[in-house]
């Protein structure tokens, strides 16, 4: 089912091959092969070819380059940290809320984050796709619930699948009545620009269904001309972009970055959607960020751009509850204390007439104000 694109041949995948490129130390080379072990590599010629070598900070390699520490696990860290498998009815599909179902179709992707949340599922070494069996299973379940509306396909990234297989499978969603958006999550768009192509546009749009697209994009230089180009095909062809990053410390954890990452994507018709806080995904905590961190820098982001830039602020709770916005409050009852509970009853104290509201350089005013 799964076609793997021959222009991807040229992906570096073992650790002697970054090496030899630059991209890692030899003296990192016997670690770096403990890690490969354990979680997939893959380095595209497009994100290779972005990564400062000079830079032993260098945003891009932070995201991709293996490391050490990432054989380091942290309390609390789980191999399946947002709680898919509690939520899986049937092999493929999670459904978590009651509109809407994440349909896995593969686990493979053009290249592995160091921070992924799904890294225990993805990578060569695990299944490569559904089988047809599990395929129509899945396909069956999502007919059969009739209160599904959107059907969000991810995985692994759903463009690693052949043009002519996607469109497949999108034709037999929008087969399906009730479902009526089909949400595509990919990373490829930046990692390997290539594959956005007239072929792939095509598969994308569909008779009896809208399509969305969910780019995956953590730091602006990620956005490079092809990147913007690919992600033009899309637009150009009437089929609406939204964003997703993740909050990562060394990445995107200053409020410049921030800032022009969601210029930069609001530049290429991409709406901001979505900032994940990071996932406690096994060996990622050198890549997350405190949740106080994220909301100063979501505050600091509110000071500098317009709304069109302003994404959520999302955590993911751990165990399956679902997505929460864990963004800053710029509204409190007037004689709150910002998280005091009565103890008694567990309701906020607060005036029930007046409120302080934040602005967006940080002063506080009463709404309505003082007569
Ligand atoms: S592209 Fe997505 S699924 Fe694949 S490794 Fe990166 S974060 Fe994980």
């Given at each position: 089912?799964?076609?793997?694109d021959?222009?991807?041949?040229?992906?570096?995948?073992?650790?002697?091959?970054l090496?030899?490129?630059?991209?890692a130390k030899?003296a990192?080379?016997a670690?770096?092969e403990?890690?490969?072990?354990r979680y997939?590599?893959?380095?595209t010629?497009?994100?290779?070819g972005?990564?400062?070598?000079?830079?032993?900070?260098d945003?891009?390699?932070r995201q991709f380059?293996?490391n050490?520490?990432e054989?380091?696990n942290?309390?609390?860290?789980?191999a399946?940290?947002?709680?898919?498998?509690a939520h899986?009815?049937v092999?493929?599909i999670?459904?978590r809320?009651?509109?809407?179902?994440?349909?896995?179709?593969?686990h493979?992707?053009?290249?592995y984050c160091r921070f992924c949340?799904r890294?225990?599922?993805?990578?060569?070494?695990?299944?490569?796709?559904?089988?047809?069996?599990?395929?129509r299973?899945?396909?069956?379940?999502?007919r059969?619930?009739?209160e599904?509306?959107?059907?969000?396909?991810t995985?692994?990234?759903p463009?690693?699948?052949?043009?002519?297989r996607?469109?497949e499978?999108m034709?037999?969603?929008?087969?399906?009545d009730h479902?009526?958006?089909?949400?595509?999550?990919?990373?490829?768009?930046v990692?390997?620009?290539?594959?956005?192509?007239?072929e792939?546009?095509?598969?994308?749009?569909?008779?009896?269904a809208?399509s969305?697209?969910?780019?995956h994009?953590?730091?602006?230089?990620?956005?490079t001309?092809?990147?913007?180009a690919?992600?033009?095909?899309l637009?150009?062809?009437?089929?609406?972009?939204?964003?997703?990053?993740?909050l990562?410390?060394?990445?995107n954890?200053?409020?410049?970055a921030?800032e022009?990452?969601?210029?930069?994507?609001?530049e290429?018709r991409?709406?901001?959607?979505y900032?994940?806080?990071?996932?406690?995904?096994?060996g990622?905590a050198?890549?997350r960020?405190?949740?106080?961190?994220?909301?100063?820098?979501?505050r600091?982001?509110?000071?500098?751009?317009?709304?069109?830039?302003?994404?959520?602020?999302?955590?993911d709770?751990?165990?399956?509850a679902?997505?929460?916005?864990?963004?800053?409050?710029y509204?409190?009852?007037q004689?709150s204390?910002?998280?005091?509970?009565d103890a008694q009853?567990?309701?906020e104290?607060?005036?029930?007439?007046?409120?302080?509201?934040?602005?967006?350089?940080g002063?506080?005013?009463?709404y309505?104000?003082e007569?």
């Amino acid at each position: 089912m799964n076609r793997i694109d021959p222009k991807l041949a040229a992906t570096l995948r073992q650790p002697a091959d970054l090496v030899e490129r630059g991209l890692a130390k030899v003296a990192d080379l016997a670690d770096l092969e403990r890690v490969a072990a354990r979680y997939a590599i893959a380095v595209t010629p497009d994100i290779a070819g972005l990564i400062d070598t000079e830079n032993p900070d260098d945003p891009i390699a932070r995201q991709f380059i293996p490391n050490a520490l990432e054989l380091v696990n942290e309390p609390g860290e789980r191999a399946d940290p947002i709680g898919d498998d509690a939520h899986s009815p049937v092999a493929g599909i999670v459904h978590r809320y009651p509109d809407r179902v994440l349909f896995k179709l593969v686990h493979v992707c053009a290249v592995y984050c160091r921070f992924c949340f799904r890294r225990e599922m993805v990578g060569p070494g695990k299944a490569t796709a559904l089988s047809d069996t599990a395929y129509r299973d899945a396909l069956d379940y999502i007919r059969r619930h009739t209160e599904i509306w959107e059907v969000i396909l991810t995985g692994g990234d759903p463009l690693m699948l052949s043009p002519r297989r996607l469109a497949e499978i999108m034709v037999d969603l929008a087969a399906i009545d009730h479902i009526k958006i089909i949400r595509i999550h990919t990373r490829v768009p930046v990692a390997a620009p290539s594959r956005i192509n007239g072929e792939m546009v095509g598969a994308l749009r569909v008779a009896g269904a809208t399509s969305w697209v969910a780019v995956h994009a953590n730091h602006p230089r990620e956005l490079t001309a092809a990147a913007r180009a690919a992600c033009a095909q899309l637009t150009d062809a009437g089929i609406p972009l939204v964003s997703q990053s993740v909050l990562l410390r060394g990445v995107n954890d200053h409020a410049s970055a921030l800032e022009d990452l969601m210029r930069a994507f609001v530049e290429c018709r991409i709406k901001p959607y979505y900032l994940h806080h990071g996932d406690l995904a096994p060996g990622t905590a050198h890549l997350r960020t405190t949740l106080e961190r994220g909301q100063e820098l979501m505050r600091a982001l509110r000071g500098r751009v317009s709304g069109l830039c302003q994404p959520d602020y999302v955590l993911d709770i751990p165990g399956g509850a679902g997505k929460s916005p864990v963004g800053p409050g710029y509204l409190l009852p007037q004689n709150s204390v910002a998280g005091q509970r009565d103890a008694q009853d567990g309701r906020e104290a607060q005036d029930e007439t007046r409120y302080r509201v934040t602005d967006y350089c940080g002063e506080v005013h009463l709404y309505p104000p003082e007569p």
